[in-house]
T-cell receptor, first 110, second 116 residues
Framework: DQQVKQNSPSLSVQEGRISILNCDYT??????FLWYKKYPAEGPTFLIS?????DKNEDGRFTVFLNKSAKHLSLHIVPSQPGDSAVYFC?????????FGAGTRLTVKP | NAGVTQTPKFQVLKTGQSMTLQCAQD?????MYWYRQDPGMGLRLIYY???????DKGEVPNGYNVSRLNKREFSLRLESAAPSQTSVYFC???????????????FGPGTRLTVL
C-alpha cells in the first residue's frame, strides 16, 4: 500500500515562476515530513523538512506547507531556476518507519 | 569527507547467484539504512541499523540479509538473487541515536543491480 503519494509524475515551469509540488499521505501517525531532491546517477539529497507541530517551514527559495487535517503537504520553489530541474521525493516518517512517494520530475525551462 | 560510499556501482547477476553490496560512511553517524528504488515506486526501506550490532526490518526485507560490521559499515547481502531484485540500491546514514527517521539522512550514489 502506498502510504505516501505524489500524484504528478512530472511538472514543467518557466524559469522565474513558482513551482508547486504536492504530496498526500494516509497514515495519521506520521509526524515528520521531508523533501529530497535527486539528480540522475546520484543519491537523493535532503532539501527541507517540517514537523507535524508546524504548518510552514521556509529555507531560502524553498517553503514546505503542511495541512494535517487534509494529510497533504506541498513544496513551493520561488523563483524556480534551471538548476532546480530534478526528481523531488516527498517522505513521511514516524519513530519506526519512513515512506517515500514515487517522485515528481521537475523541469524548469530557461 | 567522502560521505556515504557504495560499492559496486553496477552489477549483473544470474538468478540464484549471491552477492554483497557494501556501504561505508565517514560522518560518525549512528544509524544506517538500505533502500531500493524501483520505477514508479519511490524508495522503499529494506533494513536499518540504529547502532553497531543491531538491525531491524523495513518495508521489504524478504530475500535480503544485512550486517552492521562496525559503526562505519553496513552491508546488504542477496543470498540467492531473483529477477524481482533488479533495482537501484541506496545506502544512507543519519545521526539518529535511536534508529528513528526524523534526522536528515545522507545517501550514497547507489548500486544499479540487474538480475537475469
Amino acid at each position: 500500500d502506498q502510504q505516501v503519494k505524489q500524484n504528478s509524475p512530472s511538472l514543467s515551469v518557466q524559469e522565474g515562476r513558482i513551482s508547486i509540488l504536492n504530496c498526500d499521505y494516509t497514515n495519521s501517525m506520521f509526524d515528520y515530513f521531508l523533501w529530497y531532491k535527486k539528480y540522475p546517477a546520484e543519491g537523493p539529497t535532503f532539501l527541507i523538512s517540517i514537523s507535524s507541530i508546524k504548518d510552514k517551514n521556509e529555507d531560502g527559495r524553498f517553503t514546505v506547507f503542511l495541512n494535517k487535517s487534509a494529510k497533504h503537504l506541498s513544496l513551493h520553489i520561488v523563483p524556480s531556476q534551471p538548476g532546480d530541474s530534478a526528481v523531488y521525493f516527498c517522505a513521511a516518517s514516524d519513530l519506526n518507519d519512513m515512506r517515500f512517494g514515487a517522485g515528481t520530475r521537475l523541469t524548469v525551462k530557461p | 569527507n567522502a560521505g556515504v560510499t557504495q560499492t559496486p556501482k553496477f552489477q549483473v547477476l544470474k538468478t540464484g547467484q549471491s552477492m554483497t553490496l557494501q556501504c561505508a560512511q565517514d560522518m560518525n553517524h549512528n544509524s544506517m539504512y538500505w533502500y531500493r528504488q524501483d520505477p514508479g515506486m519511490g524508495l522503499r526501506l529494506i533494513y536499518y541499523s540504529a547502532s553497531e550490532g543491531t538491525t531491524d526490518k523495513g518495508e521489504v526485507p524478504n530475500g535480503y540479509n544485512v550486517s552492521r560490521l562496525n559503526k562505519r559499515e553496513f552491508s546488504l547481502r542477496l543470498e540467492s538473487a531473483a529477477p524481482s531484485q533488479t533495482s537501484v540500491y541506496f545506502c544512507a546514514s543519519s545521526e539518529s541515536v535511536a534508529g528513528g527517521f526524523t534526522d536528515t539522512q545522507y545517501f550514497g550514489p547507489g548500486t544499479r543491480l540487474t538480475v537475469l
